[in-house]
Structures are given as C-alpha cells and as structure tokens.
C-alpha cells in the first residue's frame, strides 16, 4: 500500500504531470468538486435554516401542541371554556416529552383610532406565562407585567397593527368587544401599548395582540377557573405527531388535541418541499462531481498508459495498479473538498452574521436568508462525496486491466 500511494503522491505533485494534457482535465475536476460541495452545504444549511426559523417563529406564538374543546376545533376564537383544574395542568407527568403547559384564551374586538380601525384576536395569557419565545422578536419596548391580585391593561402588539393604527410604545389602545347575547352596545377596553413585536409570520401580526387572560375571562363572563385552551411545547418537534397522539390519549374525553403541523398544515407541507428541493439539488452535485472525475481518470490513465505497461512488465497486478491511479483520484477529489467547504463555510458564515442575502419576508417569512450550521450534515455530505466518487470510479479504473503490457510499452 505504501508502494501505491507513493507512486500516486509523485504522480499527483511531478512537474510533468502538472504540464501534461491531463493537467486542465484535473483542474476543471478539481473545481467542479469544489462547486458541487458549494452548493451542497448552501443548500442543506440554508433549507434546514428557513425551515427552523419558520417553524421556530410559528410556535412560539402557539405552541406545539393545543388542547381545546371540541367545540372550538375549527375557529381562532375559543367561545366554549374548559376548566384549568385539569390532571395534566401544570405537570404532564404521563407524557415525559412535554416541556411546558400555559393556559390562554382569545376573544375578537375591533380597535378604533381617531383616523381608521382594525380587527383584532386578542389573546389573553396567564401571569406565569413564558415570553422567552416571544421575547426574541421584541422590536420596542417591554413585556406586559402580570400580578396575581389584579388585571393589567398593558398589551403586546405586533408592528404590523402600530403602523397600521399609527401606535407606538405608551399609547392607549382603545378596543371594542362585542357582547354574546343581545344587540347591546359592545364592551369597550382601554388598554397600553408597552411593546411592540415584529415575528415576520402574517397570520400572527395581522391580527393578534397579547394581553391578560382576566379580560377575556371578565367579557366572557367566566369563572377565574375557566379558560380557553393549553398551549403546550415539548422537547422533540420531529415526533411532534407521536406526541400529540401521546397526548390526546391521556386527555379527558371531550377534549381534543391538535399539533401545530395540523392546524397550519398548508405552511408545513410547503416546508417539506425544502427537504425535496435539497436531495435533488445534491442528487445533481454528485452526479456532476462523479461524471467529471471519471473524465479525469480516464484521461490520466490513457495518459499514462506506458507507465501502465511497464508496471504490468515488473510484475505489478491490475488491482495494484488501479489502487494507484485510484488514490490519485481520491486525491483530486480531497483538493477539491478541501477548497469547497473553505469557500461554502466563508460565505455561509457570512451570511449568517451580516446577513447578505435578503428575502422577501411576505413570501418566505423572514428578511434575509436563515442559516443553519449542523457539524453533522457537513461531515455526512462531505463522506458521500468521498465514498460515492470513489466507488464509481473503481468502474473506469477496470481500464487498465485491458491495457497489454507489450502494446503500452510501444504507445507513442
């Protein structure tokens, strides 16, 4: 083996070999290597980096998975209470993978300014709610301040709403709630603006605003005990569906739990066309990558082909000599990773902290181009590249067993 790669090493660094007819040949294989991990680790760290933040952005304003009435199953607004006083609140201790349980509840209103109006879903939480997921898209301002023994009127609303109702950070919101039985005249709340959140997801910062759970439980006349929905998050989101399955079977009867892929299943199932998007696009890379290092080698083997010849002459095997000529390859193949991941990793770095490639936030759901940066993916890709190369190339190596010791020794 040593014998092999030493012949291959003076092949791969000699003089003559750089000027030969192969050099170009090797060079543009070299760069095609190159290119293709390029665009592997773009493509990988990008899709799976628009996938997590979407998906971060969607959950963190409603959780994993919901736990409602079924009576409230197709409508953003929950009309049917449930009592909070459940055996899975606030612990889940029969399902292990639930992280986190808040209870909420939502009621529409309508905001009116002295120059134009909105509707609104106002969503009440609770005084131990989380904001850590909601807090990361803080845009102004503060979090609302929750106490046990009172009810707050300050409020969260997305940017969108402020410039929409031309609010900023310490107005008054005035929001009109219409009453459930009769023609009266609707509830009117004043609440404060004391921050404003920015998500990028429409479906939320058009509509929502985030406020205490007591209003909406006062204007629906419940009881303290009674609330809307739970939200709940748990700590695997890629068995999301055996969780939710875990979790409707250790729920009373007449409640319903529905995931986050189900209830915005038209989002999830336009991420999933990422993951088809990025095996195409490696399937391409590799197949491109291979097709070039196979001209390389075919090259460099009628190349030497008198080389060959005299190796056949001293004794030296076909399966000696293919090592040979293979190592090469594989050497030509590490050249051109080893540029790849260089130039792939500068400018996915790049990205990632100055954020050169901006998106159109109302068609994939953030301003610029996410990145994510898995140290698994980019050892696996760069392995496929190897082993995939090398055993397609261990077909065009079957040349030199057809290469006649006396003939190869006479080629001109």
Known sequence: MKLEYFISKRLATSKEYKSSVSAPIIKIAIVAIAISIIMMLISVSTGFGLQEKIRDKITSFNGHVTILNYDNNQSEITTEPLFITQDFYPNFESVPEVVKIQPFATIAGVVRTPETFEGIIYKGVSDNYDFKYISKYLKEGNLPKFSDDGMTNEILISDYLARRLKLKVGDKMQTYFMKNTGNKLPYIRSFEVVGIFDSGFK???????????????????????????????????????????????????????????EKYFSIFEWLKLFDFNIYVIITIMIVVASINMIVALLVLILERTQMIGVLK????????????????????????????NIIGLGFLFLQKYFGIIKLDPTQYYVSEAPVYLNPFHIIILNAIVIIICYLILIIPSYVITKISPVKAIKYQ
Do not use: C, M
């Open 203 to 261: 479906e939320f910062d058009e509509t929502y605003v985030i406020g205490d759970l007591k209003h909406v439980q006062r204007l629906n006349r419940w009881n303290e005990n009674e609330i809307g929905a739970f939200e709940v998050y748990v700590n695997d989101f890629t068995k999301i569906d055996q969780i939710n399955n875990k979790i409707y079977e250790n729920i009373p009867s007449d409640l319903n739990s529905i995931s986050i892929t």
């Open 313 to 340: 002459a001293l004794g030296a095997d076909n399966w000696t000599i293919r090592k040979i000529f293979l190592l090469n390859a594989t050497h030509i193949v590490f050249r051109g990773l080893i540029w790849g």
